[in-house]
């Protein structure tokens, strides 16, 4: 914490004080962020008789990801739905 | 939830997780703890470049369309100590996008940037989120797996696993490449209007929430021999197994 307010004060320092005992806290956030170190898995699997489609590994981008691996994940979800029984082989 | 939001025009969908939007806030998943600001990730492939971007259409949509999302738009300036604008993958990308001049750089800062982005407040939007997906027919249900095979007792067609660091867990995924990454911030009273992003050496932000609020970060994610990184908040860090965000779908012209 007192690492943040130093760098904070120090980049805009008419701004933020230099002290946190000069803040008005709201509150401290810890988060646990879901990372993958080879990146992003967003793909179809055949888990036994289970049709998956995974969506996971944003690390720290759950909102900058949302809704473009919702669109990517919905697209898969359709073509188990809507893959014709040909296309199957 | 924004999955289910795009599958719920033509499927069935019931979310099943341990924690759900509404709770008491819970350390067991990221959301409600996130800044939370779209900013274009470094090191993005050219399809999750795509992802990014299109996740960015849709929020700079619901700020102006759904302002009671918490959604809002803002004045980004993004701050590079070691990189060049070709570097920049989202150059050019977001909305009024400029590169600032040297007189308007901090000290040590070789790259800046200007732009438009979108800031919310996760307490307000997740459960803003739920009670819309709710309405178009999206179910909550409350569960703890211990495997994404228990999902289908429920019935499914299909199983959305987005369960995050859950797939480290999950007795049929076990996905080792999962790692949990600790993020800390403070969140203070400041009427600061943009958000501050500068990454070098440091990982240095404030953003501002617009409700007189600010998030103030960060903490070096890989950085454990920094003493700073505990004060007061060790007893936060320990996390016990979890299971979120996992969904299936129920196709309904089978039902």
């Known amino acids: ?89 | 939830m924004a999955i289910a939001s795009l599958l719920s025009r033509n499927h069935d969908v019931t979310i099943v997780a341990k924690n759900l939007p509404g709770d008491e806030l819970s350390r067991e998943w990221a959301s409600p703890w996130a800044g939370a600001v779209f900013l274009g990730l470094d090191g993005s492939n050219v399809r999750e470049q795509k992802m990014q971007l299109d996740s960015f259409a849709v929020l700079w949509r619901l700020a102006v369309s759904n302002p009671e999302s918490s959604i809002k738009r803002i004045e980004m300036l993004d701050f590079h100590d070691d990189k060049t604008i070709d570097e920049i993958w989202y150059k050019g990308k977001m909305p009024e996008f400029r590169v600032m001049r040297d007189d308007e750089l901090p000290a040590g800062v070789k790259l800046g940037m200007s732009y438009k982005t979108v800031v919310l407040t996760p307490k307000v939007f997740l459960p803003w989120l739920r009670k819309r997906l709710e309405e178009s027919g999206v179910t909550f249900k409350r569960m703890s797996l211990d495997s994404l095979a228990e999902v289908k007792s429920q019935g499914q067609d299909i199983v959305v696993n987005a369960s995050g660091w859950g797939s480290k867990f999950l007795g049929d995924i076990k996905d080792q490449h999962v790692q949990l990454v600790r993020g800390q911030t403070v969140h203070v009273r400041s009427n600061y209007d943009k958000i501050y992003m500068r990454h070098g050496k440091d990982y240095t932000y404030a953003i501002s929430r617009l409700d007189g609020t600010c998030i103030l970060g960060g903490i070096k994610q890989y950085d454990q021999t920094d003493p700073q990184l505990d004060l007061g908040l060790q007893q936060d860090v320990s996390i016990p197994f979890v299971v979120t965000g996992l969904f299936g779908t129920n196709r309904g012209a089978d039902r």
């Not at chain 1, 914490?1 to 701004?15: E, F, G, K, S, T």
């Open chain 1, 1 to 89: 914490m007192v690492q943040i307010v130093r760098r904070v004060h120090q980049d805009l320092p008419d701004v933020f004080p230099a002290k946190l005992a000069d803040y008005d806290v709201v509150g401290h956030n810890v988060g646990i962020r879901p990372a993958r170190a080879t990146g992003l898995r967003v793909e179809k699997e055949i888990m036994g008789e289970g049709k998956v489609v995974h969506a996971y590994g944003v690390a720290g981008g759950g909102y900058v990801f949302s809704f473009g691996v919702a669109r990517a994940a919905r697209d898969l979800v359709d073509e188990y739905v809507y893959q014709s029984p040909l296309a199957k082989l």
